[in-house]
């Protein structure tokens, strides 16, 4: 086919042009739903491969430092390469690696596919964007980018429901064969239907820039969880701290001296874009501590599985993409700070309402409150990137957006992961000592308390002593080792709803001190500005 050119501001949006736009919509809604298919499968993953709940972190963790590093890279490749052409690279690796976790025999391989997952979706979801701008006008994006967010909120939410049903009848591998067959056809409805496009190749590439940047990613994201395999104050952990933060530094100093630069890291010295930037990022983290510490309290409860965790998702998607679309337009007749100071009370009050519940608080409760939790993730966001986009000279709008994307998706795995880890702390800490207590009730003496320790791990009595000793009691384990779970799992909820009730009044605090902002750009406009900028950034 023909390569597909920049059109007229004026040009009509022709047939051709909008078959291509719903083959990569199509291609993005595959990735989109096959990422919120992993949602709900982490606690039966982490299950099966019978890890500690803190090692479920590593699960998220390869994919976003594989994602997040490859972002800047892939567009440029693609305009040196042709995006087609990495389209469809990303899309073979993304069904081969759901194949691949499908039939990991074990955690390593299973990692190992979760790492090439992270560098399709890298692939898969830069170049889909970047081809709004390429086959729409200017007059035309922010309709295509209007179009583009629906159908990735609709992916995200129908997905996590589905997996979670899926998974409930059939095992965690079927949602990566479903993911893997979806690739497969995603990538002949973009073999057939798109153009090839090639964009101005670069002079030069930030090498430098993307070595930092990985050990960056992959040594700061890694710390929460490799001080709690080796224990905070190790020198693994210290020195994992140590190696993250120099490269942090060295990310700064490189990216501040260069001419084009990965990430534009001088625009964190304009005040009002680094306080949106950090608003963002810490929101981002907050919310994502939050609700994949869900994951395992909603699976791990009594009564609770994995279709309930997937409808704890599809409601909490379903908000956010309502929350996104309300306040994007409530904000251009209303200061945007005075509506993030009115909707953070809301995160802040919700965290309070769990540190009152318990594991037997019924379902719609929790459903509910997830409703509330989606609306304010979704309508943050507008109103941060506008402010921060406001304060970015016009000549800079791409490396602004891009900055602005890279920090915050850098809070997701940052909250997930960590928050994961404390889950699995808190939880732990509360299990052992009711556990212990229950047993001490019950006339279990000291010198089973290893056996029964080690039975509160996984769930069933193996030491045939221990098991004699019960049945001379008349005690039944599975009734102490469920009074002990629900005990551990209600502490860990409580307590990180503590720490994520002290985050969000620390947000609300620091949405006081932004200063009355300017009349933001109609959503149009920014969305227009938007895909020009993931363009550009490619």
Request: proline letters at 4%; a neutral charge.
């Amino acid at each position: 086919m023909a390569s597909t050119e920049s059109k007229p501001q004026n040009a009509k949006v022709t047939r051709s042009q909008w078959i291509q736009f719903l083959a990569l919509v199509f291609g993005a809604f595959v990735a989109i739903e096959a990422m919120a298919f992993q949602a709900p499968a982490i606690p039966v993953i982490s299950q099966h491969f019978k890890l500690p709940t803190y090692l479920a972190g590593l699960i998220l963790l390869t994919f976003y430092v594989a994602s997040a590093t490859l972002y800047p890279i892939v567009g440029r490749l693609a305009d040196q390469y042709g995006r087609k052409k990495m389209l469809l690279i990303g899309m073979v690796i993304f069904a081969i690696s759901e194949v691949a976790a499908a039939i990991a025999p074990d955690f390593t391989v299973f990692l190992i596919a979760r790492v090439f997952q992270g560098v399709a979706v890298g692939f898969i979801l830069p170049i889909a964007i970047a081809y709004i701008g390429v086959i729409f006008p200017p007059e035309k994006r922010g309709m295509a980018s209007g179009i583009f967010s629906s159908v990735q909120a609709i992916a995200a939410m129908s997905g996590a429901a589905i997996a979670g049903y899926l998974i409930l009848q059939y095992g965690w591998p079927i949602i990566y064969w479903i993911s893997a067959a979806l690739a497969f056809l995603g990538l002949i409805v973009v073999l057939i239907f798109v153009e090839e496009s090639k964009g101005e190749k670069q002079s030069s590439f930030d090498y430098i820039g993307l070595i930092l940047i990985f050990v960056t990613s992959a040594t700061l994201l890694s710390v929460s969880t490799i001080g709690k395999t080796f224990g905070f104050f190790s020198p693994y952990t210290i020195i994992t701290l140590i190696v993250g933060i120099v490269a942090l530094t060295l990310l700064w100093i490189c990216e501040n001296r260069i001419n084009n630069p990965l990430v534009e890291l001088s625009l964190l010295k304009i005040k009002l874009f680094s306080m949106a930037v950090g608003i963002n990022l810490l929101i981002v983290a907050t919310f994502m501590l939050f609700i994949y510490c869900m994951n395992f309290f909603i699976t791990s409860r009594p009564g609770g599985d994995a279709s309930q965790t997937g409808l704890f998702y599809m409601f909490l998607y379903g908000a956010s993409s309502i929350g996104g679309l309300v306040v994007g337009r409530l904000s251009d007749k209303i200061n945007g700070r005075s509506i993030l100071i009115a909707i953070f009370f809301i995160p802040t009050i919700v965290m309070f309402i769990f540190t009152m519940l318990d594991a037997s608080m019924p379902f719609n409760i929790i459903a509910t409150l997830a409703v509330c939790l989606g609306f304010v993730s979704g309508a943050n966001t507008p109103i941060l990137m506008k402010f921060a986009l406001n304060e970015v000279p016009k000549e800079k709008l791409a490396a602004g957006a891009g900055l602005f994307s890279f920090i915050r998706d850098f809070g997701t795995p940052l909250g997930s992961v960590s928050g994961i880890v404390l889950f699995s702390i808190f939880k732990d800490a509360a299990f052992k000592e009711t556990l212990v207590a229950n047993a001490t009730e019950a006339g279990i003496t000291n010198e089973h308390s290893a056996a029964l320790l080690a039975a509160g791990q996984t769930g069933t009595v193996e030491n045939s002593a221990l098991a004699e000793h019960l049945t001379s009691l008349g005690v039944s384990f599975e009734s102490i080792y469920t009074t002990a779970n629900a005990a551990g799992l209600t502490s860990a909820v409580h307590s990180i709803a503590y720490i994520a009730m002290a985050l969000f009044a620390t947000i609300l605090f620091l949405c006081f001190l932004i200063p009355k902002a300017k009349k933001a750009p109609a959503p149009a406009a920014i969305a227009s500005e938007m895909v020009v900028v993931e363009e550009t950034v490619s």
